[in-house]
């Protein structure tokens, strides 16, 4: 380091007089510029040439200044600067805990009851990308009334939730549970994860469990992120995003995010920070508040919606879920004929909950069996004109 620093300042120095005198120096001491006295060269060239003098001077104020200003400011802008440049890196975290892209379902613990299997979906965009899948059910004698496609949240992946599915099959056991591992997650493709991207990974998931499970009724859950991917690829706003023809017959929605802006402004809520102001410069913006709000996202199943907030929620301010709860009560407003619909629609608050630890909670696991209660109510009201 030293070195490089001593040939930077040797080549500052050229058609100058310190420059002619470190010749000098060079020469009369036998001295080439690779070797390692050439640092020592240098600095005694500069020191007599009065350069490097100790000065009894006080510092100036504008030196005082740039070093208390320009320092933190300096950091801040390549702090700001990495956190635009590996965006995606902190959306999409596939590779946290560490070792989630190469664990095996075979060194799992399988809880006793439940059989799980693991399958590859191929993506719609494009076709090379391969989804691996977990694919859980209780009882298989006969075909699952209902089936929920599980979106996950944005690190770890299927085999991480194993505990989670468990709960809920052992609630619903007529359930049956699809886990996709979207793309740069698990042992799925390593393609670069992006918004289009992950929302054609979900639909081709949508689209293998209808094929799989002709007979069930589809339910989208989603978490976190994968709560607003859900929104987003319900309403899909962006140019050239596939569109799912999937009917989905209800939806459950845990810990969703407004926006990934929004969560900008959450996770640094200091109004002296830059970070807050980064949100003009976020890609994949998973704007889950306008996709819910948009006139392309379907009514009935905003009338058959739930949401989950943890309330101690340490990541995702529980506001949020409320206000995407409130963004479902416009889109699906009341009207004659629709009152057991609206009935279901519901504000689930798991109380001590945190981000991640819902399904340990006994309401929890009562919600979503009354949820799917209401469901085969409603189905049953229909079938015979009630």
């Known amino acids: 380091m030293c070195s490089w620093i001593a040939r930077l300042t040797y080549a500052s120095l050229r058609n100058t007089k310190c420059y002619k005198r470190c010749n000098t120096y060079l020469r009369v001491n036998g001295t080439s510029t690779s070797s390692s006295l050439f640092p020592l060269a240098v600095s005694n060239t500069l020191r007599t040439a009065g350069l490097l003098q100790p000065s009894s001077d006080a510092p100036s104020g504008w030196l005082v200044l740039s070093a208390f200003l320009g320092l933190p400011l300096a950091l801040w802008a390549y702090k700001c600067l990495m956190l635009v440049i590996f965006q995606r890196k902190l959306i999409y975290m596939g590779y946290a805990p560490p070792g989630s892209r190469t664990e095996s379902l075979a060194t799992m613990y399988t809880p006793k009851g439940i059989q799980i299997e693991e399958v590859s979906v191929p993506s719609s965009q494009p076709k090379t990308v391969r989804l691996s899948t977990l694919l859980l059910r209780r009882n298989l004698a006969s075909p699952p009334r209902h089936v929920i496609v599980y979106f996950q949240g944005n690190a770890g992946n299927p085999l991480h939730r194993i505990h989670v599915f468990t709960t809920l099959l052992n609630a619903v056991p007529s359930l049956a549970i699809v886990a996709p591992a ?12 992006t918004q289009s991207g992950l929302i054609a990974d979900y639909t081709a998931a949508l689209a293998f469990t209808a094929k799989r499970f002709p007979a069930s009724h589809l339910i989208i859950y989603g978490h976190s992120l994968g709560a607003s991917i ?27 995010f407004t926006s990934v802006p929004d969560m900008l402004r959450a996770l640094y809520p200091q109004r002296w920070l830059p970070y807050r102001y980064l949100g003009p410069f976020v890609r994949d913006r998973w704007d889950a508040r306008a996709a819910t709000a948009a006139h392309t996202f379907p009514r009935g199943l905003a009338r058959r919606a739930m949401v989950l907030v943890s309330e101690r929620d340490e990541v995702v301010p529980p506001a949020m879920g409320r206000e995407i709860f409130e963004v479902l009560q416009a889109s699906g407003d009341a009207q004659e004929g629709w009152a057991r619909e609206v009935a279901m629609r519901r504000l689930v608050m798991i109380e001590g909950a945190l981000h991640e630890d819902a399904w340990r909670y ?5 919600v979503m069996k009354q949820y799917f209660e209401t469901l085969d109510k409603l189905d049953l009201d229909a079938k015979f004109g009630q």
């Open 182 to 193: 979207p793309r740069s997650y698990w042992t799925s493709s390593a393609a670069r994860p």
């Open 362 to 366: 006994r309401d929890w696991a009562q």
């Open 230 to 256: 859900a929104l987003c690829l319900l309403a899909p706003s962006l140019k050239g995003e596939p569109t799912s023809s999937v009917a989905v017959h209800g939806l459950v929605l845990e810990n969703a």
